[in-house]
């Protein structure tokens, strides 16, 4: 039983990695995004005036 206990536990250390490499990669995405719609506002606003 205690050889179960210890791989459980292990097993849910390594889950809590993934799960937190996965916080870490979707706030990454997340500020990527972000900075690539503000860098394309001024070429959408252009492209608006231009039209007018």
């Known amino acids: 039983m205690g050889a179960m206990k210890a791989d459980n536990k292990a097993l849910?250390?390594?889950l809590i990695k993934?799960?937190?490499h996965q916080e870490v990669v979707v706030a990454e995405r997340f500020t990527a995004a972000v900075e690539a719609y503000k860098?394309?506002?001024p070429c959408?606003?252009?492209r608006l005036d231009g039209i007018k």
Do not use: A, D
Request: hydrophobic residues 25%.
């Open 44 to 46: 959408r606003k252009e």
């Open 39 to 41: 860098t394309s506002l």
């Open 12 to 14: 849910r250390e390594e």
């Open 18 to 20: 993934v799960v937190e």
